[in-house]
Antibody, heavy 123, light 107 residues
Framework: QAQLVQSGAEVKEPGASLKVSCKAS????????IHWVRQGPGQGLEWMGT????????YYAQRFQGRVTMTRDSSTGTVYMELTSLRFEDTAVYYC????????????????WGQGTTVIVSS | DIQMTQSPSTLSASVGDRVTITCRAS??????LAWYQQKPGKVPKLLIS???TLQAGVPSRFGGSGSGTEFTLTISSLQPDDSATYYC?????????FGQGTKVEIK
């Protein structure tokens, strides 16, 4: 079955960079976009952006523009999310999630999620 | 950006009650809406896509309706396992956005 496995928890200092990996398995890597969603402590879900592993096209939420980069390695079926210039408010659980490519009107939500990566930004 | 607003923020209901959560979009999103359930410390789970299409394996007591700017998630008979926070999310165009969440508590 389709699965996304993320890298482990991280503790970073303000100003540092973060790179989280998300390894896909159980489905054709190119058949689904990967999205990144984060959740601060006690907060709701926040969509960060997406990458299409087939075209490498990306779209980032405006509030992360200039600080986030999403890339993929097709040879390993892994997507990466890099966030630079970390701030205290970037402390959150970061999730990757799959959204299969749409087929006509068959266009669904994010159906498979990684287990989450806890990131703490602390001095 | 399209804003998603959910109501109520919290609701408390008894086992067996019918529960309704509302989600409003700041502009028309047709039926490009998903609902997720998240239990404390757990990963979000997709319940419904296309406003009303139940994901495989989701109990039939969950239902979604609406189109355009107003949507509802209904739990026809609330069960103890339904205690969770529910989020709506549009996927009409980028950037995607989530509602702020509705926490459902069991009395």
């Amino acid at each position: 079955q389709a699965q996304l496995v993320q890298s482990g928890a991280e503790v970073k200092e303000p100003g540092a960079s973060l790179k989280v990996s998300c390894k896909a398995s159980g489905y054709k890597f190119r058949d689904a976009d990967i999205h990144w969603v984060r959740q601060g402590p006690g907060q709701g879900l926040e969509w960060m952006g997406t990458i299409n592993p087939s075209s490498t096209g990306t779209y980032y939420a405006q509030r992360f523009q200039g600080r986030v980069t999403m890339t993929r390695d097709s040879s390993t079926g892994t997507v990466y999310m890099e966030l630079t210039s970390l701030r205290f408010e970037d402390t959150a659980v970061y999730y990757c999630a799959r959204r299969p490519h749409c087929s006509g009107d068959s266009c669904f939500g994010m159906d498979v999620w990684g287990q989450g990566t806890t990131v703490i930004v602390s001095s | 950006d399209i804003q998603m607003t959910q109501s109520p923020s919290t609701l408390s209901a008894s086992v067996g009650d019918r529960v309704t959560i509302t989600c409003r979009a700041s502009q028309s999103i047709s039926s490009w809406l998903a609902w997720y359930q998240q239990k404390p410390g757990k990963v979000p789970k997709l319940l419904i896509s296309l406003a009303s299409t139940l994901q495989a394996g989701v109990p039939s007591r969950f239902g979604g309706s609406g189109s355009g700017t107003e949507f509802t998630l209904t739990i026809s008979s609330l069960q103890p396992d339904d205690s969770a926070t529910y989020y709506c999310q549009h996927y009409k165009s980028y950037p995607w956005t989530f509602g702020q969440g509705t926490k459902v508590e069991i009395k």
